[in-house]
């Protein structure tokens, strides 16, 4: 080797990098260019894919307001607020826009300074700023960028996967979502469901879309597909605003994928999820779905990075002991319990035994003086407070002992549920299903009267569809 030769670098003419918003993009060119994975797309595949993301972006850009496709620009000012395409004085000729779009794929001149590509390192002379750059500060933020350089050096594979992350991601009129995951294929799985919907956003407009789908839906639903035993996902959801940039990140749990295998596997589990799923839907006053069960529960199983999010325990937790409203037989609690234990078992770990205690609780308000569904309401309200819990606990021992009963636990067998440990509020709402089963099983009218046999044979079809459904797959079947 020479001394003063530059070295070597075999760059891929696509890279996958770590980037989230990168490797949405690569993903996204490689399913529209049939191609198993980033690393097996060639130069003729990005010529390729580059051209037909010219195509979309000018018929979006030059479209009237009421065309579906106008849609999609909708997409792309979302995520590309000051493009050439997206500007609110842009060029309404063909010929011009086209131009300047192709442009932004060039390939890399060989002339002029090259710097290392933000992404993936490999040189390029190419620099772009905030304006087609999602997420990305502008040039005016000069200290965040690498120094004498007037914005982001963007190799040419990197440039055509960032505009192609539309394609690849889970988008809104206003939003777009990414998955990273510890899994390829599940991440390959979830950009080949969006490059299908995103044609269909062209094509339709988002108005012929369900309106209740969700992007955490068509995630759990690659996971599913790939049939992985572990594997985290991590749901970066933004919107690329000039007044107010916003990221959200949400993330799953390595040991998901075996949960939904148990469930999936399951005949009482899944008619449990079933269950939870026909209990989230909601409809408005015509009957349309404005919330989808599946996306809804499906929501559930990722966790929000400030712990701001409602979990798919705590929502058993509420259908299971809400008074009002809606009536389980005792299959449906029986099953729901057993999705609540089953989720508490393979995501968080937990295989508490709160039978014994459950059983001094169901004997005291079962047993105890005066009406049964005064005490049943009087622990609703303390079940999942450690310290009223353990108040009403003593009590319930006390009064059992009194009235010539044996207690089947005393207050060692609580202490860990009144405690300010880890896992004793979870410990609290397994207790409490634990405790309205053993009710229903005795008898004790524990919730709402149940529905006529007509509205029971109607509900009991639901429970049998499958699970996770996505309700845009009617399109597949050309129910569009
Ligand atoms: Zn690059």
């Known amino acids: ?187 390959r799985a979830f950009a080949e469901r969006n490059v299908l919907r995103a044609r269909r956003v062209m094509q339709l407009g988002f108005g012929k879309l369900s309106a209740a789908a969700r992007p955490e839906l068509v995630a759990v639903r690659a996971l599913l597909a790939v049939r992985e035993e572990l594997s985290a996902t991590t749901l970066w959801t933004f919107k690329n605003d000039n007044q107010e940039p916003w990221l959200r990140v949400t993330s799953t749990r390595r040991a998901l994928p075996r949960f939904l295998a148990v469930v999936q596997g ?78 508490a078992k393979e995501i968080l770990g937990m295989e508490p035994d709160p039978t014994p205690v459950a059983t001094v609780i169901a004997d005291w308000i079962q047993h105890g003086s005066g009406n049964p569904r005064g005490r049943l309401a009087e622990y609703r309200n303390v079940a999942l407070s450690d310290y009223k819990l353990g108040a009403l606990l003593t009590q319930a021992h006390f009064r059992l002992v009194f009235d010539g009963r044996s207690a089947a636990a005393g207050p060692d067998d609580w202490a860990p ?10 410990q609290r709402m397994l207790l409490a299903a634990r405790v309205l089963e053993l009710l229903q099983q005795r008898g004790v009218a524990v919730n709402a009267p149940p529905a006529d046999e007509v509205e029971r044979d109607r509900e009991e079809r639901l429970l049998e569809q499958p699970m996770l459904r996505d309700e845009d797959d009617d399109y597949d079947m050309g129910a569009a």
């Open 1 to 187: 080797m020479g001394p003063v030769s530059a070295p070597v670098v075999a760059s891929a003419v696509l890279p996958l990098t770590s980037h989230p918003l990168q490797r949405a993009g690569a993903w996204a060119v490689a399913v529209l260019a049939g191609r198993e994975s980033p690393g097996e797309v060639t130069v003729a595949d990005l010529d390729a894919v580059a051209a037909r993301v010219v195509d979309d972006v000018c018929a979006a850009a030059l479209a009237g307001k009421d065309e579906a496709v106008y849609d999609w620009w909708k997409v792309l000012f979302a995520l590309y607020p000051n493009s050439k395409p997206t500007h609110s004085k842009r060029t309404r000729d063909r010929a011009v826009m086209e131009e300047a779009v192709a442009a932004l794929f060039a390939p890399d001149g060989a002339d002029g300074a090259a710097h290392p590509c933000t992404f993936c390192g490999a040189p390029t002379p190419v620099v772009w700023t905030k304006s087609n750059l999602p997420m990305f500060d502008t040039s005016k933020a000069l200290n965040t960028l690498p120094p004498g350089v007037p914005g982001w050096p963007v190799c040419r594979g990197c440039r055509v996967a960032v505009w192609a992350l539309p394609y690849g991601a889970w988008v809104t009129a206003g939003s777009a979502s990414v998955l990273s995951c510890e899994s390829e294929r599940a991440e």
């Open 266 to 343: 399951n005949a009482p589990l899944r008619r449990g999820w079933r269950l939870l799923e026909v209990a989230l839907t909601r409809r408005d006053k015509d009957g349309v779905v404005v919330a989808g069960g599946a996306a809804e529960a499906a929501r559930l199983l990722f966790e929000a990075e400030d712990g701001r999010s409602r979990s798919l325990l705590w929502q058993l937790h509420h259908l299971l002991t809400q008074d009002a409203g809606r009536s389980w037989g005792a299959r449906d609690r029986a099953d729901l319990t057993r999705l609540a234990f089953t989720y």
């Open 417 to 426: 549920l009144i405690s300010q440990r880890p896992r004793a509020w979870e």
